[in-house]
């Protein structure tokens, strides 16, 4: 009889691309007798994915790092990725006593550290014998690209996360079929930068070039392929029909606009079409008025007047959007807009993130209206409030219920694909209701 597995936390803090290194992390712990709980006080090791992008991903971070030593004083505390690189490419003051307390670990192979977790608790790193079931996740995130070289004044992602670097296209492929196999019903494509993949290969591809590939050999009927956020230089008018056309791809766009004023994204490094990007997201829409757009917005960036805002304002309510995602700039060390003139006081900054936040929340509700009575396609990833609730791949979180007028018939299984008519928007405006269609 095997001993049992010495359990692991394993915590996330930031991108979809950390939760993929997270995913693969777990699948490899189990090869040296270590198992990811979710019971936090049982645990001897804590990892904590960080995130370094803004202030408060990176408090939520150092949050972790004390919640894991109040649990268990005596446990050893990995903190992993983009905080542990920015770190050690910076002085460590500022970051407290618990900089002493961690282990810190680079962005590394989750095969070497998962190794590395086994050699500091002396575990043995011979393969359990006691059999755990392999995790089916209804949504696989497959990281597909790492790091990005294109230094944007305000970002930390390149000390954090190096220069670009993809998987080729032939283990991107695999991957897919393999999470198909293993019963996923969605895949999340994602990358720190997915608009580079591609551009580090020999020889070199693009995105469209991979695109084209999933395109052509995927035969899994049920298949919903999801790309994650793509810079609006890297979208082009392929990409935008891939999506327009559906499956396999899902009729979802995200685009980390930033700003809607060129002279500002110019001086943050960031040269960005405007208008280009408007003929994008008309061009979508012709094609598939119910496809959802959604774009990051950065509130208060150095250099951003009153007039400027405005102009982002304006240009955002002009177009057909489906959600904005809204950030207040967050100085970080190191980066070249921490020293920049024009610096925005950090209550204007709240300021204009809630009046951005408030213009998404009409976005939204006007694209929940455009769907409001029509079908969709459900896949089931949970419950709420005892009830199955799901993603439509359109981009729509929904609460399902019976046919119209009943009770939900029957229990739903996490990664079912079910036919329902979005009825009813919810309370809060975010999430729809939709009824099974019997």
Known sequence: MSEPLIPVVVWTVG?????????????????????????????????????????EAERDTRRLVHKARRLNPESKVFV???????????????????KDSVILVTHTDPVIFASRIASELKASHAATSEKIPKKTLPRAVIKIQGGCARRCCY??????????????LDMVLDKIEESFQNGSKEIVLTGINLGDWGLDLMP???????????????????ARIRLSSIEPWSVSEKTASFISKGRPFCRHLHIPLQAGNEALLERMGRRTDLERVRRIIQGIMAQERLAAVGLDL??????????????????????????????????????????????VPKEERKKRVNELIRLGRKKTEAFLGKNQGREAEVLVTGTYQGKPRGLTDNFIEVLIDGAKGSKCPKAMEV??????RLTD??????????????
């Open 204 to 222: 070199q591809s693009r995105l469209d070039d991979l695109l084209e590939r999933i395109q052509a050999t995927t035969s899994h009927p049920e």
């Open 155 to 168: 970002c930390v992602v390149p000390m954090a996360r190096g220069p670009g670097n993809s998987l080729a």
């Open 415 to 420: 990664g079912e694909l079910v036919r329902i």
């Open 298 to 343: 950065i509130a208060g960036l150095p250099g951003e007047s009153e007039p400027s805002f405005r102009k982002t304002v304006e240009f955002v309510e002009s177009l057909d959007v489906a959600y904005l995602h809204v950030f207040g700039y967050s100085p970080r060390k190191g980066t070249r807009a921490r020293d920049m003139d024009g610096q």
């Open 425 to 438: 928007m919810g309370k809060s405006g975010r999430w729809m209701i939709g009824h099974i269609i019997s």
């Open 15 to 55: 991108c979809r691309s950390n939760q993929a290194d997270r995913e693969a992390l777990i699948a490899e712990l189990v090869q040296h007798d270590l198992r990811s709980s979710t019971a936090e006080d049982e645990a001897l090791v804590y990892i904590i994915h960080s995130c370094c992008v803004t202030a």
């Open 80 to 98: 992993y990725g983009c905080i542990a690189n920015y770190m050690l490419s910076n002085d460590y003051s500022g970051y407290g006593p618990w």
